[in-house]
């Protein structure tokens, strides 16, 4: 089982910039297609971008596309989310998630179902 500890949210501005980052022990995150998801109050969790597991694909949200990058560093066993213009609908608490191959990523990287390993969140609020 991997562990997964997310840092990097704060309380920022609209337009602003936050990179959150997601340190992995236990397995090395090569292994894994790595996820974030956010949820905001009241809503469901939703998936916000994917890496997988061979860094060959990448997957978005329509709402932040061209906004946030999603990548990993292997050496460092951690995964990010760049996320710039922020806006104050993204405010939301962001989660990491893993899942080893699965069939099917490009139709399900954003199904929480598909991912049994998660961290505790990180809290981003934007201000208008």
């Known amino acids: 089982q991997v562990q997964l500890v997310e840092s990097g949210g704060g309380l920022v501005q609209a337009g602003a910039s936050l990179r959150l980052s997601c340190a992995a022990s236990?397995?090395?995150?090569?292994?894994?297609?790595l996820d974030w998801f956010r949820q905001a109050p009241g809503k469901e969790r939703e998936g916000v971008s994917c890496?997988?597991?061979?860094?060959?694909?990448?997957y978005y949200a329509d709402s932040v596309k061209g906004r946030f990058t999603i990548s990993r560093d292997n050496a460092k066993n951690t995964v990010y989310l760049q996320m710039n213009s922020l806006k104050p609908e993204d405010t939301a608490n962001y989660y990491c998630?893993?899942?080893?191959?699965?069939?099917?990523?490009?139709?399900?990287?954003?199904?929480?179902?598909?991912?049994?390993?998660w961290g505790q969140g990180t809290q981003v609020t934007v201000s208008s």
């Open positions: 998630a893993a899942a080893r191959d699965f069939w099917g990523l490009s139709m399900g990287w954003a199904t929480t179902s598909n991912f049994p390993s």
């Open positions: 236990g397995l090395p995150l090569r292994l894994f297609h």
């Open positions: 890496i997988s597991s061979d860094d060959e694909d990448t």
